[in-house]
C-alpha cells in the first residue's frame, strides 16, 4: 500500500528491513548504542562489523544516543549505504511522553536524513518490539508525524518505507495509513 503526501511516497512493505535497497535504514536501537535482540541484531548482523565499529566510536564520543535522538553510520554490507540509528521510548502506560519522544524519533531520523543527502529511507516499527509500545498507537505517531512534517515544507526524502516484519504489525500500518 502506499500513499502520496506532498513530494514524498509513503509506502508500507511487509519484510526483513536488512534487505531494503534503499539509501538508508532505521534501527531500532537502544540509547546505549550496543547490540540488541530484533531488528538491532539483525542489522548488526547482516551489516557486519563496520556498524558495530562505528557505533562503539560514536559511543566513546558522545555516550550513545538519548531516547529520541538519532545517529548515523554506514551501511556496511548491507544493500542499504546507512543505518541511522535511533533510540525509541520503553512504553510505560502512556504518561511518560511516550508520544513525543517516538515522534521525535522520526523527526530526528529525517533531519539527519536530509543532512546526508538521503532520498530514499527505510523504517522499522520503532519501540513496538521488545519495548512494548502498543502497535495501533505507535503506527499514528509515526504515520502522522511524517504527514506534518511532509505537508509543513520541511525537507523530507521523496520515498519512505516501512518495512514490517509480521503481519500484524503491518496490518496496524495499513489501517493507519489508510485513515490518515
Ligand atoms: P524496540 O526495542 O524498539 O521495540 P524491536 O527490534 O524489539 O525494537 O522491535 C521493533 C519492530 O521490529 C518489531 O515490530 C519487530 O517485529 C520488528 N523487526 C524485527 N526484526 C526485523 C527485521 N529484520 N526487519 C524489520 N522489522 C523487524
Known sequence: MQKQLAHTTIELIQGDITKAAVDAIVNAAN???VGGGGVDGAIRRAGGEAIVQ???EIRKRQGGCPTGTAVITTGGNLPAKSVIHTAGPVWQGGD????????????????????????????????TGVYGYPTEKAANVALQTIRDLAESGTKVPES????????????????AL???
Open 96 to 127: 511518560a511522553g511516550e508520544s513525543d519522544l517516538l515522534a521525535s524519533c522520526y523527526k530526528e531520523c529525517l533531519r539527519l536524513a536530509s543532512e546526508n543527502e538521503v532520498n530514499s529511507v527505510a523504517f522499522p516499527s520503532i519501540s
Open 54 to 56: 562505528e557505533c562503539n
Open 160 to 175: 519512505i518505507q516501512f518495512v514490517l516484519f509480521d503481519d500484524a504489525t503491518y496490518n496496524c500500518y495499513v489501517e
Open 31 to 33: 540509547k546505549e548504542l
Open 178 to 180: 489508510s485513515e490518515l
